[in-house]
């Protein structure tokens, strides 16, 4: 792992233990309690993680007044 954040609270709709999120190419590999310090660490105080904010994938043909796509 290229990175460790330790100390992360999961906004997964649960009240849930810190736990810690390993990191590696950019890509989050682990998230659990405890993970072996093999990596830079950051100590994210008890903050909360949460996924992406932005959707990045759209539906067009559910789209109101959509204009069918010319292929």
């Known amino acids: 792992m290229d990175l460790i954040v330790r100390n992360v609270r999961l906004a997964n709709g649960f009240p849930s233990e810190p736990a ?3 990191v590696a190419g950019g890509k989050i590999v682990a998230i659990e309690r405890g993970l072996a310090a093999t990596a830079r660490t950051y100590d994210a105080g008890g903050c909360l993680a949460c996924a992406g904010l932005v959707e990045t994938h759209i539906h067009p043909r559910q ?9």
């Open 20 to 22: 810690d999120i390993g």
């Open 63 to 71: 789209v109101p007044h959509h204009r069918p796509l010319s292929t």
